[in-house]
């Protein structure tokens, strides 16, 4: 569970996140979807402790995550776009992540072959392609089994057999109890996982609740159209 | 959470050491320093003209190079951030590998030439010593300077335009100015003055810190005849060393500061 209350973030004098509350469940996929710069951004890294925020506060399982690093051993990240030092192997970062949250995480084989990982594992990390470097991006996120995963693009650049086997991984997760935020350009990505949307708008919270409800509330059947027509409205 | 520092030390240690670009400063290093040593006709000379070398050359390649990595390594630090780390930890440890690494390789590429040479031909260990903990020294400066830079500027090219700025105003614009303050002052005793002036400078700071040991009084610039007279060489050494102590410490405390508090 993660509950973000009365959040707030300005860059100078641009407001980027203007009260933001929102109560993400466990065993739920939450898509956060807005137009660019609406904040999604900001809110995500303002949980992982990336951003630091005006005001307001952030719980993650029910304890304080602002100031607070040991929160983040609960949690598990995908960035937008992953990097690796560029002289190190795979199989290095992957040691290195272990070391520095103190656990060796489970299932690391099933997962090394899961995204076909295994053959990468000596090669340093600078000639890896962008859908290798989100694969391994994505066994760091899921290799600790975290209650919390904050997925920013998962998707982007991965294959279809990785992205469908991602995909499965995903809703796996969801079912075993799992708290999952997730942004995508790809709408019907979000609409195969999604169970609950949250739109933000210049940093204010238009909408959040279930799918059905989105639907129900535009009259459109397909998520894309939906949050068009939330956009349109706004 | 514990050891987060020396894990992250490590990391940046055995990243960098990997490094092309770490190993190519390492054998540019070697070569010109050995060149002066096997083309010149004694080593002290040798040991003035090394020096010359890190006063322009190691300021400029820990401003670069420490740039550098700091923007490459931005996405990964982004991934050990939300790892349930201090960020005060990671920043330490990634100033320590860093400046480690271009230490090691100023070390390797300046001091192997000198053992080498030193196979048949007469060395003074203790100024050579003096050159290499100059380097280091320096090293660890600019270093400290370049993250300070980085952490405070998103974009790089800016970064790159204010350490390069940075490192002619110490290395060639600072000289002349303090050359203009002297001449103007003639008629006053700006001597201590002199001293509280060059310590602003890490750059003149190292160069008096060797010159002062080494019998070569033309070759000390105003600085470094002053810190002499004023101070002899064992206060004057003690005292340039202070100096650059504080500026590693203020820099890199300060790039900490910042490291903790901004937004990635």
Redesign the interface.
Known sequence: MVEVEALTKR?GTLEVLKGVNARFEPGRVTAVVGPNASGKTTLM?SI?????PDGGRIRVGGEEALGN?????R?G?M?Q????????TVG?VIR??Q????ERGKGLDALLDLFALRPALNQPTRVLSGGTRQKL?AL?AFLFDPPVLILDEPTAGLDPLASSRFKDLVAAARDGGKTIIMTSHVMSELEELADRVLFLLEGSVIFFGAVEELRARTGEARLERAVARLMEGA | ?RG?TY?IFK??L???L??RWILGYALLFAAVSGGILYLGDQPTQAVVSVLNLVILVVPLVSLVLGLMYHY?????A??????????ASVFRGQYLGLSLALALAYLVGAGVPFLLYAIGNPVDWAQVGLVLLAGTLVSLVFTALALYIGVAHDERVRALGLAIGIWFSLTMIYDSLLLLFIILAEAYPIDPWVIGLSMVNPVDLARVMVLLKLDTAALMGYTGAVFNKFLGSNLGLLLALLALLLWILVPAWRAQRVFS????
């Open positions: 860059y890294k992982l402790g990336l951003v630091v690093p040991a929160v983040r051993a949690i990240y960035p776009d992953p990097r690796f030092p560029e002289n190190v290095e290195w992540i070391e520095l949250r103190g991006s760091l | 959470m987060t894990k990391y940046t055995s990243d960098l990997r490094s490459a390594n931005r996405d990964f982004l991934l050990v951030l939300t790892q349930p780390v201090h960020r508090r901004r937004d990635f």
